[in-house]
Nanobody
Framework: QMQLVESGGGLVQPGGSLRLSCAAS????????MAWYRQAPGKQRELVAYITWSGATNYADSVKGRFTISRDNAKNTVFLQMNSLKPEDTAVYYC????????WGQGTQVTVSS
């Protein structure tokens, strides 16, 4: 079964932190480069970060130095540690394979507001 379940979102003040988790089915996760994406209201979904099976990472310029992507290959889980959050980080966050165009989960809402 192909499944992605994101969690960990919420309301946080500017400058705060959140840690997102994504539990994936083994079929999706094994040997895949996994990624976090986000979609803000009225905007297209954008790539935030990705991580290869071996742990190499890449980040969008807008989050570089503030967000950290990681994965636990034994637990089919990918994480996104988000620090120094800004109002412009407000979006629904999704995980999926890198360059995926289908099979999206429900996402998790992140709202950064005072």
């Amino acid at each position: 079964q192909m499944q992605l379940v994101e969690s960990g979102g919420g309301l946080v003040q500017p400058g705060g932190s959140l840690r997102l988790s994504c539990a994936a089915s083994r079929t999706i996760f094994i040997f895949s480069t996994m990624a976090w994406y986000r979609q803000a209201p009225g905007k297209q979904r954008e790539l935030v970060a990705y991580i290869t099976w071996s742990g190499a990472t890449n980040y969008a310029d807008s989050v570089k130095g503030r967000f950290t992507i990681s994965r636990d290959n034994a637990k089919n889980t990918v994480f996104l540690q988000m620090n120094s959050l800004k109002p412009e980080d407000t979006a629904v966050y999704y995980c999926n394979r890198h360059r995926a165009d289908s099979g999206w989960g429900q996402g998790t809402q992140v709202t950064v507001s005072s």
